[in-house]
C-alpha cells in the first residue's frame, strides 16, 4: 500500500485553491480546509498554502492519525476507501462506517464480537477486521466496501436533504466519491 499515491490521488481530486460560496468549509487548497491548516499552524494566505504542507497534513491525520495504516495491514482496498472518506467526510465518520459495518456482518456474533461503534480504529476493530477477513476471505474486503459505499452514499444524500446549498456538490460526490 502505497500511502504518497492515495495523497497525490485526493490532491488531483480535489485540485488547487477553491472557495465556493455554498462550502461552509470556505476557503480549501489541495482539499485541505482553511480551518485545518490554522489548526496545523498554516498563518498565510490559503492560496499559497503549499502541497508539500497538505501532504503532511493528510498523512499525518487522515491516514496514521485515524489508524486507516493498521487496516492497510489486512485490506489494502479497505484502507484506501476509508481513507478517501475520511479526507472527505472526516475519519472519524469513516471509521464508524467500518464499524458498523463489521458489527452487522458478524451473523450475531457468531464469528466475531461486536465492536463499539466510537469511530475510532483500534485494536478491537483491527481484531474484528481480522476475524470477518479470516471467516469471508478475500471477497470479504469486497462486501465491506459494498457496505461502507452504502453507507457513504446515503449520508450524502441526507447531507443534500438537510442543507439544500449541497445539492451544488450531491452529483459530484456519488460520481467521484463512490466506486
Same mark, same amino acid.
Given at each position: 500500500?502505497?500511502?504518497?499515491?492515495?495523497?497525490?490521488?485526493?490532491? @488531483?481530486? $480535489?485540485?488547487? *485553491?477553491? !472557495?465556493?460560496? =455554498?462550502?461552509?468549509?470556505?476557503?480549501? %487548497?489541495?482539499?485541505?480546509?482553511?480551518?485545518?491548516?490554522? /489548526?496545523?499552524?498554516? &498563518?498565510? @494566505?490559503?492560496? !499559497?498554502?503549499? #502541497?508539500? +504542507?497538505?501532504?503532511?497534513? *493528510?498523512?499525518?491525520? *487522515?491516514?496514521?492519525?485515524?489508524?486507516?495504516?493498521?487496516?492497510?495491514?489486512?485490506?489494502?482496498?479497505?484502507?484506501?476507501?476509508?481513507?478517501?472518506?475520511?479526507? !472527505?467526510?472526516?475519519?472519524?465518520?469513516?471509521?464508524?462506517?467500518?464499524?458498523? =459495518?463489521?458489527?452487522?456482518?458478524? %451473523?450475531? $456474533?457468531?464469528? *466475531?464480537?461486536?465492536?463499539?461503534?466510537?469511530? #475510532?480504529?483500534?485494536?478491537?476493530?483491527?481484531? =474484528?477486521?481480522?476475524?470477518?477477513? @479470516?471467516? &469471508?476471505?478475500?471477497?470479504? +474486503?469486497?462486501?465491506?466496501?459494498?457496505?461502507?459505499?452504502?453507507?457513504?452514499?446515503? #449520508?450524502?444524500? /441526507?447531507?443534500?436533504?438537510?442543507?439544500?446549498?449541497? $445539492?451544488?456538490?450531491?452529483?459530484?460526490?456519488?460520481? !467521484? %466519491?463512490?466506486?
Amino acid at each position: 500500500m502505497d500511502v504518497g499515491a492515495l495523497i497525490d490521488d485526493v490532491i @488531483d481530486r $480535489e485540485g488547487g *485553491y477553491v !472557495n465556493h460560496p =455554498a462550502d461552509k468549509g470556505g476557503p480549501t %487548497r489541495w482539499g485541505i480546509t482553511e480551518r485545518v491548516a490554522r /489548526a496545523q499552524g498554516w &498563518r498565510g @494566505d490559503m492560496r !499559497n498554502f503549499p #502541497r508539500e +504542507e497538505a501532504v503532511a497534513i *493528510y498523512r499525518r491525520l *487522515y491516514w496514521l492519525r485515524p489508524g486507516f495504516d493498521q487496516v492497510a495491514h489486512l485490506a489494502p482496498a479497505l484502507a484506501a476507501e476509508l481513507f478517501d472518506t475520511g479526507v !472527505n467526510m472526516g475519519p472519524p465518520v469513516a471509521s464508524g462506517f467500518l464499524q458498523r =459495518a463489521l458489527n452487522a456482518l458478524n %451473523r450475531g $456474533e457468531r464469528d *466475531y464480537a461486536d465492536v463499539a461503534v466510537d469511530r #475510532r480504529i483500534g485494536p478491537r476493530t483491527v481484531a =474484528a477486521l481480522g476475524g470477518f477477513l @479470516d471467516r &469471508r476471505g478475500p471477497a470479504g +474486503e469486497a462486501v465491506l466496501l459494498k457496505a461502507l459505499e452504502a453507507l457513504q452514499g446515503e #449520508r450524502y444524500l /441526507a447531507l443534500a436533504e438537510q442543507r439544500p446549498a449541497n $445539492e451544488a456538490f450531491l452529483y459530484g460526490w456519488l460520481a !467521484n %466519491r463512490l466506486e
